[in-house]
């Protein structure tokens, strides 16, 4: 029985310290609870996310810019397995965004064939901004100026770069960012 015990206080303290030390790996960006659009499943963006680049994007349904999500989604889909994944967050801020996330999400997947990860409806920007978008701009000293504004993390959480909308995501300064952000030589 003490060695039973012995074991379980073991791995309590094994299981105590990896989560420390996974906490302390986690960059700051990823330090929150994200609800997946349209859903009530609540994502942990560092149980997730850490140690992959990230390029979080402020989206809008009815923009000039929605198309991107095609071009947006066409970079996930090529860089994913390297370790790229691209983060969608609907904003109403410049009033271009649905009011129902269902039918944001019928856009994104119907419309554009998005699979990577879209998020709840947010304010990333003035007062009401999200914390993580708070964060955004303090780190990259620029907010969003418009939909499709793009943030660009890379494997340690250092922010790239901050693109506007304007920037495609096939864009070749775009791309060898993506690369850099990836630890991978241009």
């Known amino acids: 029985m003490k060695k039973l015990f012995t074991y379980f206080c073991f791995s309590v303290c094994l299981l105590s ?3 420390a030390a996974s906490a302390a790996q986690c960059p700051d960006l990823l330090k929150f609870m994200k609800r997946k659009l349209n ?49 969608g967050f ?5 009033k271009q965004e649905f009011d129902d996330e269902s039918k944001t999400a019928e856009l994104c997947e119907l419309t554009y ?19 993580l978008y708070r964060m955004l ?22 922010i790239i770069n901050a693109y506007s909308g304007f920037t495609k995501p096939d864009d070749d300064d775009f791309i060898e960012d993506i690369q850099k952000a990836l630890g991978k030589a241009s």
């Open 17 to 19: 310290f990896h989560g």
């Open 39 to 87: 859903s009530q499943e609540v994502v942990n963006l560092c149980d997730e996310y850490a140690g992959k680049a990230v390029l979080f994007v402020n989206t809008a349904s009815k923009c000039g810019f929605t198309p991107q999500f095609e071009g947006l989604e066409a970079l996930y889909s090529e860089y994913k397995d390297q370790g790229l994944v691209v983060l």
């Open 90 to 94: 609907p904003s109403n801020d410049f």
């Open 113 to 131: 064939g998005v699979k990577f990860p879209m998020f709840e409806t947010m304010p990333v920007r003035g007062d009401d901004a999200d914390p």
């Open 137 to 158: 701009a303090e780190r990259s000293g620029t907010t969003p100026k418009w939909n499709f504004y793009k943030y660009l993390m890379d494997r340690d959480g250092n």
